[in-house]
């Protein structure tokens, strides 16, 4: 478990984060999300005690990181930005000399051949790092949080430069991890962070500007209260049907979806439920519905709604 | 820290940089001592050694020049400082590293004594071995100290070769307040520059003065730098 209270950290005089807080349960995998610069990788650094914070605390399992950072780096694998391979080694000896370094207690032979064949690096482990792909490499970095099976696995932008195969690939390794594992990942691609993760944290220019599950962020911004739906039939005499369903406050026609069937976007009055009286009347009325969808927002949508301001800077304060 | 050590060793080892540095510094003995034993038949090794310690002065920032500037550039460096070492932990097993390097090449410094006291044996006298010990140990402890100084200057920077130049530059600037304090007429000021002396403290051992308080003063600017060098972590931690 993870706890970042208040964080805030200065180069100088520039502000890289300014008191971002959040939490994040054993075997969650919590997706960091910020335009560049926002402040996602001085996060990750703090929180694995690469650097120290100006200001806040980032408690690990409850441990300081900045009081008792060795205890607390026990329990923490780490991902950077560029993978940290030496890349005049062979893969066996750098884990090998990773597994010294983070004095690992188990089974030596056993434990790597572990992670080895978790990452995929089984049929490489006898090459030098320098020779290999940026996609090995890649992975001998994740091989490498790995080592002593760490409680908390942090990765700062696991995907980049992967091929799309390796990226499906990384991705359903990560999902594998959260399932004993604490994990946070950092990204700016949205949909991996929707792929993967259980809650997500945006952040920009160093401000926390969301903490929630991607579900609940949807559906906060659009209220819940949009819908969409396809009906068959005339559309004169399908408005004139929605104009008789109670809890609708506006509606409009949209396109021809096939033949007969329009769609057409309805917005409930609030804390109304008008799906069940919609579909009744449509029925009685013999105009089939056949789709019924909540119009929620992708994350590219919550996205730029959030950084520019649109959500908790502009409606909800 | 082992592990550390170990990496490091082999990473000399990996590359042709630890077969150089044996090299030159086995050409470069091998060379004095031709010229101040071998060629005149004298069994006095002290000349070797303080021509090596010129040689040594230039050649242990090529060792020590990517400890900290490599790691950086690579960004290898965020492995260490996120395990469960010690900032202590890293600077000394580097240290140790470069230093076991250095004293591997040193010890070649032994095996001519050896052949050299088999000889002055042969002729009937006596190699003095005592003089030899001295010699050797201030060849040891001078390393130590360039060793460290010259990994404390590796960790300023991210560039190997401004490492490399800067730690020249401070193995000469530590080494040359003799030079200086010839030049000054206040004799507190003398007293102190002669105390802070590097090379006038080596000479005292070449000359076959085993001083402790040589000993001390050379450990003690060793554990500083590599005290230092820590700071310098620390601070670019929380810059």
């Known amino acids: ?16 984060l300014r008191g971002i807080s959040f939490s994040v349960e054993d075997g969650e995998i919590l997706g960091f999300l910020g335009p560049n610069g926002a402040g996602k990788s001085t996060t990750m650094n703090i929180i694995t005690g690469c650097i120290t914070q100006t200001g806040g605390k980032a408690l690990i399992n409850g441990i300081n990181i900045l009081e008792n950072p060795m205890e607390a780096k026990k329990s923490i694998g780490y991902l950077p930005e560029i993978p940290p391979v030496y890349p005049d080694m062979t893969v066996d000896e750098y884990l090998n000399f ?6 690992c207690k188990f089974p030596k032979n056993s434990h790597l051949e572990e992670i080895r064949t978790l990452v995929g690096i089984e049929d490489v482990r006898k090459r030098v790092i320098r020779n290999l792909s940026k996609g090995y490499k890649q992975r001998v970095g994740i091989a490498q949080a790995l080592i002593g099976n760490p409680q908390t696995i942090v990765l700062d932008e696991p995907t980049v430069g992967l091929d799309p195969k390796q990226i499906i690939e990384i991705r359903s ?23 993967v993760c259980d809650k ?4 920009d220019k160093g401000k926390l500007i969301a903490f929630d599950t991607a579900e609940n962020l949807s559906r906060k911004l659009t209220g819940d209260r949009k819908l969409t739906v396809h009906i068959e039939g005339d559309c004169d005499k399908v408005e004139n049907i929605l104009k008789t369903v109670s809890g609708i406050d506006a509606f409009h026609v949209g396109r021809t979806v ?4 329009k769609e057409y976007e309805l917005e409930a009055r609030e804390n109304c439920d008008i799906r069940r009286e919609l579909f009744n009347k449509m029925a009685q009325n013999d105009c089939p519905i056949l789709l019924m969808k909540g119009s929620e927002l992708t994350l590219e949508e919550i996205f730029l709604k959030l950084t520019t301001g649109d959500f908790y800077g502009g409606n909800e304060q | 820290m082992t592990a550390i050590i170990k990496r490091e060793i082999s990473s000399y080892f990996t590359s042709p940089l630890g077969y150089v540095f044996l090299a030159v510094f086995y050409g470069f003995s091998g060379l004095f001592l031709w010229m101040n034993c071998l060629s005149s038949g004298s069994a006095d090794m002290s000349g070797v050694f303080v021509l090596m310690f010129f040689i040594v002065l230039v050649i242990i920032p090529v060792l020590t020049m990517r400890t900290f500037a490599e790691e950086r550039r690579q960004n290898t460096d965020k492995l260490a400082f996120s395990s469960p070492v010690s900032l202590f932990g890293i600077v000394f097993g580097k240290f140790i590293a470069a230093f076991f390097v250095f004293f591997c090449a040193a010890l070649v410094l032994l095996i001519y004594a050896i052949f050299i006291a088999a000889a002055v044996g042969n002729g009937g006298s006596e190699f003095v071995w005592p003089a030899f010990w001295g010699n050797f140990a201030g060849m040891l402890l001078i390393g130590a100290v360039f060793t460290a100084l010259d990994v ?6 991210d560039n190997q070769m401004i490492a490399a130049l800067g730690s020249i530059g401070a193995n000469i600037v530590i080494c040359t307040f003799d030079i200086i304090s010839g030049y000054i007429s206040d004799e507190n000021i003398k007293n102190v520059i002669d105390f802070l002396s590097v090379f006038g403290k080596f000479a005292e051992f070449t ?4 001083s402790l308080a040589s000993v001390v003063f ?7 730098f590599i005290f230092l060098a820590t700071r310098v972590l620390e601070r670019r931690r929380r810059a």
């Open chain 2, 152 to 157: 404390f200057i590796s960790s300023l920077t």
């Open chain 1, 1 to 16: 478990m993870i706890e970042v209270q208040n964080l805030s950290k200065n180069y100088g005089s520039r502000e890289a």
């Open chain 1, 98 to 103: 990773v597994y010294g370094l983070k004095k």
């Open chain 1, 258 to 261: 096939e033949g007969n069937v």
């Open chain 1, 173 to 195: 390794l990560i999902k594998k991890l959260g399932k004993n594992h604490t994990v946070i990942l950092s990204s700016h691609i949205l949909s991996e962070v929707q792929a």
């Open chain 2, 207 to 210: 000359g076959g003065i085993f």
């Open chain 2, 218 to 224: 050379f450990l003690s600017l060793t554990g500083m």
């Open chain 1, 200 to 203: 997500i944290v945006v952040i």
